[in-house]
Structures are given as structure tokens and as C-alpha cells.
């Protein structure tokens, strides 16, 4: 089955610094995985998504995301975060052969002044 | 434009109450889903229908039932609502034609709790 998984559930950055959050996932075909952000008491919305073709997906916000096969990694990337950067990211895969999408537990992020 | 719309917002229910959360979509889209949001669990697919007419269960659907009513609408109901079905529900939908790989557009969330 497939499924996604997000290691650490809080992660703290200074301004300025770079973000960097942790996506894995388990799939035996060609996932289609995805970023969505979560601002508080909001819905998602997203950041970006990896279906076909290049690996280095570029996002809003100055977000991108690299698919690794070798390491079946979907992380997510930030050069300098900034302060309204500031919410939960979610990975998701949508579900090879279904209409299903399965999202992993969710990283916080917080960013320091 | 509204995209996906989700009513109630708020509601507390006593336990062994029922209720019906409504949600709808005036983007045409096809698929719909309901997803609960719980802390340190992400979020979990409750029910989906690809299109019209169909329903299946996603990861965690019992003590829920589903209606597709329309195109437009997907409502979801509890029968007999438990404290463990305290959550933020959210409904979603994907534009037609993008099985599973098509950006999910999310309501704005219905936080429900029951006492």
C-alpha cells in the first residue's frame, strides 16, 4: 500500500535560515506526491506537486521539492524562511490506480525572529 | 467565486446525536472527499466519490455514511456521533480528468465536538 511519511512533527528555523522538511514515501509504482500548507484555521492549500518529468518541482511562496527515487524522498525545500512561512505542511501520494490521496501526520513549522 | 463551501462551521453535539455536515463545490469537479484532521494523525480520508453517483470508504469510515446528492454537493452524517469522532472535518474536491493527480481544493473546515 502506498503511504507517506513526515519525519518530525515540529521543526523550528530561524528567519533568514533555510527550511527544510522531511518527506518519505512507500510506493512499488510511480507515486504522484504532493506539499500543501496549512495556515491556522484554515483548509489546505497547495504548495506544490510532482506527477511527471522534472525532478525539482518549484512551488509558490519560493518552495520547491525534489523527487529522489533511489531515496524515495519527496522533501521540501526554502532557501530563507520568513516569518508568514510560519504553519503545518502536509506530503501527500495520491493513490496509483484510485481516486484516493493519503496525506502523512504533518510538520509544523515555526520560525524564530 | 467560492470554490468549496462547508456549513455548519462550528457544532457541539451530545453524545448519540446525529448530524449532517454539508458540503459543495461550484468549481465543476468531479471527485469529492471527506477528510477528519486530528492532532499528530494528519488528516484521514473518511469517504470519497470519484463522480456522481458513486461512494466508497476511505481509511477510517465507520460511524459515517455518506450522500452524494448532486454533482455540486456531498454531504456527510453521523448517525449516533461519539467523542471519538471529535475533529475538524474538511471536504475537498479534484478538477475531472486528473485521477489522483489532480491539487485537491479544500473547505474551510467544520470543527465538531462531542460531548
Known amino acids: 500500500a502506498q503511504s507517506v511519511t513526515q519525519l518530525g512533527s515540529h521543526v523550528s528555523v530561524s528567519e533568514g535560515a533555510l527550511v527544510l522538511l522531511r518527506c518519505n514515501y512507500s510506493?512499488?509504482?510511480?507515486?504522484?506526491l504532493f506539499w500543501y500548507v496549512q495556515y491556522p484555521n484554515q483548509g489546505l492549500q497547495l504548495l506544490l506537486k510532482?506527477?511527471?518529468?522534472?525532478?525539482l518541482v518549484k512551488g509558490i511562496n519560493g518552495f520547491e521539492a525534489e523527487f529522489k527515487k533511489s531515496e524515495t524522498s519527496f522533501h521540501l525545500t526554502k532557501p530563507s524562511a520568513h516569518m508568514s512561512d510560519a504553519a503545518e505542511y502536509f506530503c501527500?501520494?495520491?493513490?496509483?490506480?484510485?481516486?484516493?490521496?493519503?496525506f502523512g501526520t504533518g510538520t509544523r513549522l515555526k520560525v524564530l525572529a | 467565486n467560492a470554490g468549496v463551501t462547508q456549513t455548519p462551521k462550528f457544532q457541539v453535539l451530545k453524545t448519540g446525536q446525529s448530524m449532517t455536515l454539508q458540503c459543495a463545490q461550484d468549481?465543476?469537479?468531479?471527485?469529492m472527499y471527506w477528510y477528519r484532521q486530528d492532532p499528530g494523525m494528519g488528516l484521514r480520508l473518511i469517504y470519497y466519490?470519484?463522480?456522481?453517483?458513486?461512494?466508497d470508504k476511505g481509511e477510517v469510515p465507520n460511524g459515517y455514511n455518506v450522500s452524494r446528492l448532486n454533482k455540486r454537493e456531498f454531504s456527510l452524517r453521523l448517525e449516533s456521533a461519539a467523542p471519538s469522532q471529535t475533529s475538524v472535518y474538511f471536504c475537498?474536491?479534484?478538477?475531472?480528468?486528473?485521477?489522483?493527480?489532480?491539487?485537491?481544493?479544500f473547505g474551510e473546515g467544520s470543527r465538531l465536538t462531542v460531548l
Open positions: 510506493s512499488s509504482v510511480p507515486p504522484y
Open positions: 475537498a474536491s479534484t478538477p475531472p480528468g486528473q485521477v489522483n493527480t489532480g491539487e485537491l481544493f
Open positions: 468549481m465543476n469537479h468531479n471527485s
Open positions: 501527500a501520494v495520491g493513490v496509483s490506480g484510485t481516486y484516493k490521496y493519503i
Open positions: 510532482y506527477t511527471t518529468g522534472a525532478t
Open positions: 466519490s470519484a463522480s456522481e453517483g458513486t461512494t
